[in-house]
């Protein structure tokens, strides 16, 4: 008698990520953004897309239903959004792993997903994507991109990094819920919210990665008033971010806000320079037309940088330690 075939293996069950966009007014393009990520579904994945109404006025929740996301409501602030306080309301309500935090000013290109996932394969903690420039944003919003991105755009190298921004990242759930979340207190909770937990991620061994491959397309805004409050407010949280942690290129510069204060005009011109021989070694020749409004952001930026550092002074931890030492 013929021996009876074997039963097939059962499939593994599809294993869940969780894509976590926090919006804010922005139920003109979210619905296309929903659309998209949803659509890189890889075999044997399936995908829930989280939206966080960030106190929208529009139609933002019910075009991110439309297009098949959850939506996670916060009731608006005195003082507006806090996409940090959002991220972290979008992982509560997530069920899967890893968890994707993508901005809703951004459009992920083919393979965006397949490689943030392939890089947690390899052994990455926290796997970050690169930032690039789409095509037709006006002049003042190609110089915000330029000014912020020039470390994480898809002509640099893959590897190891300090940290890396909020916009277009991966990370395992387990070593997220490990570490403080973003940091939902201002200043920092518009600008480097995302380096305090990780920090915790690299103290406990984890890998930070960045990857070129796993593009998305960040539509900046336009405005050069947008261009030099967006630099003026990284400055600002700078050192109140980067010194405690030191989750940042450089790192140590930032335990010294007194010498970044008396620096701060060269450092404008030094970064300046800086930003553009990053985008010239890219092959990007652009920045260097817009020199003068680079110099323009970067002096904002140092601006900001004096600021922030006169109220650590003040009001941080070292101050609070040096005063506790003579009272």
């Known amino acids: 008698m013929p021996s009876p075939a074997a039963e097939p ?73 806090n ?17 994707i935090f993508l901005d809703a000013d951004c459009l992920p290109a083919p393979g965006w997903l397949a490689a943030l996932l392939a890089g947690h394969e390899d052994g990455a903690a926290v796997v970050g994507g690169a930032l690039d420039l789409p095509d037709g944003l006006p002049a003042t ?99 109140e971010s980067k010194a405690p942690t030191g989750a940042a290129r450089l790192a140590w510069v930032y335990r010294y806000p007194g010498l970044l204060v008396l620096g701060s005009a060269p450092l404008a011109v030094g970064s300046a320079a800086y930003i553009v021989g990053c985008w010239l070694r890219a092959g990007v020749a652009e920045p260097l037309l817009m020199l003068p409004w680079v110099l323009a952001a970067r002096a904002a930026y140092s601006a900001g940088l004096v600021a922030g550092a006169i109220r650590w002074m003040r009001f941080g931890p070292a101050a609070a330690e040096a005063r506790a030492r003579w009272e």
């Open 9 to 81: 293996a059962p499939a593994a069950p599809a294993r869940l990520a969780s894509i976590i966009i926090p919006a804010r007014n922005e139920s003109r393009t979210i619905g296309r953004l929903v659309s998209a990520v949803l659509a890189q579904a890889p075999d044997r994945w399936r995908l829930e897309v989280i939206v966080v109404d960030d106190g929208s006025g529009d139609e933002t929740a019910e075009a991110s239903r439309l297009a098949g996301a959850r939506v996670v409501r916060l009731e608006p602030g005195p003082r507006g959004g």
């Open 83 to 99: 996409p940090a306080l959002a991220r972290n309301r979008g992982a509560l309500a997530a069920g899967g792993d890893p968890l």
């Open 141 to 239: 919003a190609r110089c915000d991109y330029y000014c912020g991105w020039y470390h994480v755009h898809s002509r640099r190298p893959a590897g190891d990094v300090p940290n890396h921004p909020p916009g277009n990242l991966s990370v395992r759930r387990a070593d997220f819920a490990a570490g403080p979340g973003f940091t939902e207190q201002q200043p920092v909770a518009y600008a480097h919210e995302e380096l305090a937990w990780q920090a915790a991620v690299r103290r406990r061994g984890g890998r930070i990665r960045f990857e070129p491959r796993a593009i998305v397309y960040h539509y900046n805004r336009p405005g050069f008033r947008n261009l030099l409050r967006r630099n003026y407010r990284w400055g600002f949280s700078a050192i």
